[in-house]
């Protein structure tokens, strides 16, 4: 089917949703009573008025400009605005997150095709298709919020730094923080993915140089003759000519192999390469280096990441998100990560290993997660206050259940990591997954509020390069992510309710 065939399919949906929340749902609810009289003011040109309460910067906004005006001709040709503001509904702007879910959705389909050439169109058409209806990210499609912009950014930086076009994914990367400011890992996360590329690539070089010495043993990036034939020419063709140099994206080409040589000796190897290719580096990936020197600058001068309610969006060391990341991800990757075939297959990976070494590592785990979920889990007040949230729920009905159910979960969450781990070693470099993790725990350990919005850019990026090829697992996935879509959608549309302290009407919601 193609990028287009699923072009098509989630359009369907999100016209047809989109229609449908909109009529029963017209006003602004919950963050959308920020966003929305926010963005009204920049289609009025108002650009320096801004909400206190908004703890984003205005990227979303700007988007949104973008989008009212690509319709304006046709909304003024039929009379449903008069003038550019007045096109700036609430639908209006809704809609500007259901087309950055299409092309989101495009991205992806770019980005599995790039990471596993060798899947057939239908199996990737499938795979692209499950992940749009993500529950998080399927949700918040209909509404005014910042997380379907944020992603279809980042994932965009992404797929172009996989094509070695490193500026325009610095650009896009730029944007993505105006959207969010902790995309700003991600961004540092894309350049530290394509920094292993270009090293990669160098090497291949260093292989064609030695290849008529056979008896000189491989390194860590062993390749194979076929890659040394496609990177023969590459010496001749320095980085100052272009970055689009390098070739051969890293998830596949440097992939794990039975000889890979230990961990440390991986490490050794890229800082080596590092400092051997500084300058190819340095030329390639300077536009990276000047957005985090923007970001660093913007943080010392505004005294905060956030903008708004700085107060309640403290940066608070909240190592338990970690924990419940892992749970929620595994969970929504269910038939891959929660049957019998997994754990025995996770049980005879550990009675392989040194016994010792593993029984460490596991108690190691164990230790952490509990006194994580001991002294580094918060209860913010938004969470235990605000019960139109998922999260107070599961908080409430399970994490408090009784005081000692929070440490009966840590053996669920460290069993999650163990399998998320697993499946990650066996397509990805140590050091890929090493720095995803420490992307991820860049991202969530310093906010305090448990929102599984913020799980989405983490658990994209793991599901896209967990190699699942079992067709079965992406099918009860696909079918588990609509059953929680129409629960969610129903009980947010169709079941309100009202609160004694305040009037209107409430809805459940992520």
Known sequence: MGKIGVAV????????????????????????????????????????????????????????????????????SMKVGASFSDACSSSILRSSNGVLAVFGSILVHGILTHLRPSLSD???????IVLALYPLHWFFTFLYYTDVASLTAVLASYLMSLKKKYFLSSLVGALAVLIRQTNIIWVFFIACT????????????SAVLTESSPSQGKDAF??????????????????SNQATTFSSPIHQTIAPTAHSSDFSHEVREIISRLWQFKWEVIASFWPYFMIMAAFIT????????????KEAHTVSPHFAQMMYFSLVSALFMTPVHFTIGRAA???????????????????TALIVGFLSVHFFSI???????????????????????????????????????????????????KTWVLVYFLATAATLIPAPLIEFRYYTIPFFFLILHSHVDDDRSWLLMGVLYVAINIFT?????????????ETGVQRFIW
């Not at 394509?194 to 070089?205: A, E, H, N």
């Not at 009675?351 to 593993?358: E, G, I, Y």
């Not at 007040?381 to 599961?394: C, E, G, K, Q, S």
């Not at 959608?489 to 302290?501: A, D, G, I, N, T």
């Open 379 to 429: 209860a913010h007040p938004y969470l235990v206050a605000d019960n139109r949230h998922y999260p107070f729920y599961l908080w409430r009905k399970v994490i408090k259940f009784h005081w000692s159910m929070k440490y009966l979960l840590v053996p669920l969450y460290v069993y999650s990591w163990i399998s998320i781990f697993n499946i990650l070693a066996k397509s990805q470099r």
């Open 222 to 239: 062993s390749v194979s003759s076929q890659d040394v034939e496609k990177g023969s020419n590459l010496r001749k063709r320095r980085i």
């Open 194 to 205: 394509g920094v292993l590329d270009c090293i990669l690539i160098q090497q291949k070089d």
């Open 345 to 363: 297959v996770l049980a005879q990976s550990f009675w392989k290993k040194n016994k010792m070494v593993s029984f460490f590592q596991l108690c």
């Open 489 to 501: 959608m129903y009980m947010f549309l169709y079941r309100p309710f009202s609160w004694v302290h």
């Open 298 to 309: 913007f943080v010392f001068w505004n005294g905060s990441i956030v903008l708004g309610a």
């Open 9 to 76: 399919i989630v359009s369907s949906w999100v016209i047809a949703i989109s229609i449908l929340v909109n009529r029963i749902v017209p006003q602004p609810y919950m963050d959308e009573i920020f966003h929305i009289p926010q963005a009204q003011q920049y289609c009025k040109g108002n650009f320096r008025s801004w909400d206190p309460m908004i703890t984003t910067p205005p990227g979303l906004y700007i988007v949104s400009l973008a989008h009212v005006a690509s319709l304006f001709p046709g909304l003024f």
């Open 122 to 128: 239908r199996k990737v058409t499938l795979r692209t």
